[in-house]
T-cell receptor, first 116, second 110 residues
Framework: EPEVTQTPSHQVTQMGQEVILRCVPI?????FYWYRQILGQKVEFLVS????????KSEIFDDQFSVERPDGSNFTLKIRSTKLEDSAMYFC??????????????FGPGTRLTVT | DAKTTQPTSMDCAEGRAANLPCNHS???????VYWYRQIHSQGPQYIIH???NNETNEMASLIITEDRKSSTLILPHATLRDTAVYYC???????????FGQGTRLTINP
């Protein structure tokens, strides 16, 4: 069964460094998302992406964050200058197109980002 | 996005049906009810969704009241692997985001 994959599974970085989290969505999906979950807290939406542009972004997704679909398969989240509070599990998700317009989102296993 | 209310936690015996309630009294006519679950710190997993009719798939059944103000997710024969946090989410569908609440922590006991 097709699945969303994410790399790396765990990333440790120093405060102020740039990180790129990578995702490979399911191949025929058209909508892509990033969410994050700080330890012990709710899953929070960051950004949605469709047709090579951002559809919606949350207040968390400030100028330090960017997303890109550099080729036909990868979907990346970049954090330019990481802060301690960026430490979280980051989940990528994708959605198919459905004639009934009732799409479910398929989530990857997540990347645990630890900022020290 | 309509808000949902779920019990914080529930217990169920293995092999029995687990019934997870959700209130969504402010749901609008074109919003769907989605259920996801999260096992440990894994990525959320889609379970089922519906608009107004009851739905069933290989994982679960979804019962939506006639006024659509509440719903119940039913896991017919719960196993230990069903221990997870279950989220009831109301959404218009893509590209709209999913708004996760605290969910219900379901523990299946042997």
């Amino acid at each position: 069964e097709p699945e969303v994959t994410q790399t790396p599974s765990h990333q440790v970085t120093q405060m102020g460094q740039e990180v790129i989290l990578r995702c490979v969505p399911i191949s025929n999906h058209l909508y892509f998302y990033w969410y994050r979950q700080i330890l012990g807290q709710k899953v929070e939406f960051l950004v949605s992406f469709y047709n090579n542009e951002i559809s919606e972004k949350s207040e968390i997704f400030d100028d330090q964050f960017s997303v890109e679909r550099p080729d036909g398969s990868n979907f990346t989240l970049k954090i330019r200058s990481t802060k301690l509070e960026d430490s979280a599990m980051y989940f990528c998700a994708s959605s198919p197109q459905d004639r009934d317009l009732t799409y479910e989102q398929y989530f990857g296993p997540g990347t645990r980002l630890t900022v020290t | 996005d309509a808000k949902t209310t779920q019990p914080t936690s529930m217990d169920c015996a293995e092999g029995r049906a687990a019934n997870l309630p959700c209130n969504h009294s402010t749901i609008s006519g074109n919003e769907y009810v989605y259920w996801y679950r999260q096992i440990h710190s894994q990525g959320p997993q889609y379970i089922i969704h519906g608009l107004k009719n009851n739905e069933t798939n290989e994982m679960a059944s979804l019962i939506i009241t006639e006024d659509r103000k509440s719903s119940t997710l039913i896991l017919p024969h719960a196993t230990l692997r069903d221990t997870a946090v279950y989220y009831c989410i109301v959404s218009l569908g893509p590209p709209q985001k999913l708004v996760f609440g605290q969910g219900t922590r379901l523990t299946i006991n042997p």
